[in-house]
Nanobody
Framework: QVQLVESGGGLVQPGGSLRLSCAAS????????MGWYRQAPGKQRELVAS???????NYADSVKGRATISRDNAKNTVYLQMNSLKPEDTAVYLC??????????????WGKGTLVTVSS
């Protein structure tokens, strides 16, 4: 019953900004890590950014300096602030998380994705 729901995607002009949100809901004991992936048509899914429970972040070279990942533990939500967007950033952005729905096990979850289109 645990699910991830992304929001914040849409159409933006080159050089613009967006803030993506991913909220985890359901039976959640704890969240070990959360991250954002993206997949463009004809390309492999790639990691954009991730953040651990300890606050350590990791970014893809393609977005380093333009993206900031953060999380609100009280809301079980992770954010991705994207600035200076480029047409090559166009993709479906998917939320990913390692969640402990029960103390006995850990499971990796995926959201359905939110589309980001960078175009004039």
């Amino acid at each position: 019953q645990v699910q991830l729901v992304e929001s914040g995607g849409g159409l933006v002009q080159p050089g613009g900004s967006l803030r993506l949100s991913c909220a985890a809901s359901g039976s959640i004991f704890s969240i070990n890590a959360m991250g954002w992936y993206r997949q463009a048509p004809g390309k492999q899914r790639e990691l954009v950014a991730s953040i651990t429970s300890g606050g350590e972040t990791n970014y893809a070279d393609s977005v380093k300096g333009r993206a900031t990942i953060s999380r609100d533990n009280a809301k079980n939500t992770v954010y991705l602030q994207m600035n200076s967007l480029k047409p090559e950033d166009t993709a479906v952005y998917l939320c990913n998380a390692f969640i402990v729905p029960h103390i006995l096990y850990v499971r990796n979850y995926w959201g359905k994705g939110t589309l980001v289109t960078v175009s004039s």
